[in-house]
């Protein structure tokens, strides 16, 4: 098995009304020897997954719209260690969601295509959802219809495209704790993945953000041409034998609140996340507060705030604890080297 997880995205722009498009589009993609490919804007129907996935040759998740727009799917290759435990998938053709075991490691896994217009639901939707698995490593990626910074993701793009949804995925990106992994390895650089001839446009809408777990595995981060599409394709390239590190599942440990400093990192998290979404109230009591978005969202982002700020805590002791252990360690060896030359 190659020691290589590699991923691949593109939005294909339509792969319903030719075959021979389809043909051709498939073939491209499995020369890249990718482990998982997913297509954007397929024009799927509901009445194609047998047919697309004989074609593919093994197994494909879709998420269809109608054959003139949107659909979303994620198909993976044979000869890969993966398993798949609970898919969401989404009813208009915008995303799709994976519990996945890859290579021993467990993650949330996102395939979307993101509206052209300004839709924060759709985002607030993809994180309720998200937030139903355990997981603490993610991969999202995508056509997202928005970038990052209009200074250093478009050409000649004159209006902000979508605010609404670029905040809500900046929480997304605060609340999980993603990055953009090729923004981060090429901070200064210019490249697009979508373009316009005339008058000429481009912007990179195209991107993966992950986990900082998954972003220390790297090998690659690419922006490559696409084929028979106005997008270029985006490809993330990991180590596979570094995920031995294990699955990335998380359990509360319940002596940590048995720590006082503990406690008071926990009180603090919940104290700025009621502020985060204060719409009016008292304040200074969480019962009597309106929250400018649903109970049950809030609940799920405030634990995984406090899933968060527990791992970072449970490291940091973890690593003071350690020194103290080293620092004692060398203590006693310099006490036993002392006995050995003079023992009186």
Known sequence: MDNHIKILSMNVRGLFSSA??????????????????????????????????????????????DSRSAGVCVMFRDGYDYEVHESLIDQHGRFII?????????????????????????????????MRFS????????????????????????HDRNPNSRKKIDEIKETLLLLDPWRTCYPSDKKFTWRQTSPIKQSRLDYYLVSEDLFTLIESTKIIPGYRTDHSAIIFTLIASLAKRGKGYWKFNSQLLRESAYGELVKKCIRDTVSEYFSGGDFENFLHVQLSCSDQLFLEVLKMKIRSHTISYCIKKSREEKEVFKRLELEIQSLENSVNVNPL
């Open 135 to 158: 997981n603490t490593s993610f991969i999202f990626l995508g056509d997202w219809n928005l970038v990052h910074d209009k200074n250093d993701d478009t050409y000649n793009v004159i």
């Open 98 to 130: 994976l519990n996945l075991t890859l290579n021993d490691q467990r993650l949330t896994f996102l395939c979307l295509y993101g509206y052209n217009t300004d839709k924060p639901e759709l985002f607030c939707d993809i994180l309720q959802k998200t």
């Open 20 to 65: 021979k498009k389809r043909s051709d589009v498939f073939n491209w993609a499995k020369s890249k020897n990718s482990c998982i490919v997913c297509f954007q804007e397929t024009h799927s129907t509901r009445d194609i997954e047998t047919l697309w996935g004989d074609e593919w040759g093994h197994q494909c998740y879709f998420s269809h719209g």
